[in-house]
């Protein structure tokens, strides 16, 4: 499908994944917060009335997961019910919703996780997103669910910049060794989105190839890393071991390797 000017609409554009979403849908209506509360079902439909998409993407999201703890309402009204609003209204105007899910709606006792996987939350972050999703299904059939992991890219706090701060700062950067993941580059996961687009509703899954932990992630860019426990690094929020996203249903992306070289290239730094 050619999707021509302002019938595709980018919401959360000012966000990390949303300032790469431009990148890719130059021809998009971008829309923020001030433009659009997405939990504000009255202005959500007022909107999309207006705006009368083809191509709805939803990279709009509170993503904090430690502060998820303690603001589940706030979560659960961002990641939970603004999510269904979106996609009520993207049916009432016959236009496809593309959204972005996480991979923390698992519990971390599988390897890894493919689309068709059960979710079990472990954490109130994963389980605001799980509401999305299902709030997504049950309000519109034309979805595409596209979960992904770890991610980082420019305009926005992420875990590479932060450990690049942090390792000019002190001797050595202690860093968790026992969660495995999949980093996934916003670069890339917004290139994607224009081919899932296009393909047949459902649940996708979407990260850069290959596996690491987070110890592992770390040494790819500072040389100072050490490993640590998640039990020496207690946070509010409890993380999975495993949060591997199998990805059945599209071609593979790059290693995250190559995508995190290129990143510290762009950055003017080099791994």
């Known amino acids: 499908m050619q999707i021509t000017q302002k019938k595709c609409v980018i919401i959360g554009a000012e966000g990390m994944l949303g300032h790469a979403l431009k990148d890719v849908f130059p021809e998009a209506y971008s829309c923020g917060h001030i433009d659009m509360d997405i939990t504000d079902p009255d202005a959500v439909f007022r909107r999309m009335r207006q705006l009368s998409p083809r191509v709805v993407i939803n990279a709009a999201a509170y993503t904090d997961v430690d502060s998820c703890e303690d603001n589940y309402a706030f979560a659960e009204a961002v990641n939970g019910r603004g999510p269904g609003y979106l996609a009520e209204a993207c049916a009432e105007c016959g236009a496809i919703f593309v959204h972005f899910s996480s991979d923390y709606v698992f519990d971390g006792a599988k390897l890894e ?40 890219g420019a305009n926005g706090t992420n875990f590479v910049d932060t450990i690049v701060v942090l390792s000019k700062k002190q001797q050595f950067v202690k860093v968790v060794h026992d969660q495995i993941g999949k980093p996934t580059y916003t670069t890339d996961l917004a290139k994607k989105t224009r081919e899932v687009t296009s393909r047949e ?71």
């Open 201 to 271: 509703p459902g649940i996708y899954h979407i990260t850069n190839d290959g596996q690491c932990s987070w110890y592992e992630f770390a040494r790819t860019f500072i040389p100072n890393a050490v490993p640590c426990t998640t039990a020496d690094y207690p946070r509010p929020a409890k993380r999975p071991a495993y949060s591997v996203l199998a990805n059945t249903k599209t071609k593979p992306m790059r290693n995250w390797k190559d995508a995190v070289s290129e990143y510290m290239q762009s950055r003017g730094n080099h791994p």
């Open 113 to 152: 996780y493919c689309e068709t996987d059960v979710p079990c939350p472990i954490n109130k972050y994963g389980a605001s997103k799980l509401a999305g999703e299902k709030n997504i299904m049950k309000n519109h059939e034309n979805f595409r669910i596209i979960r992904t992991s770890w991610l980082f």
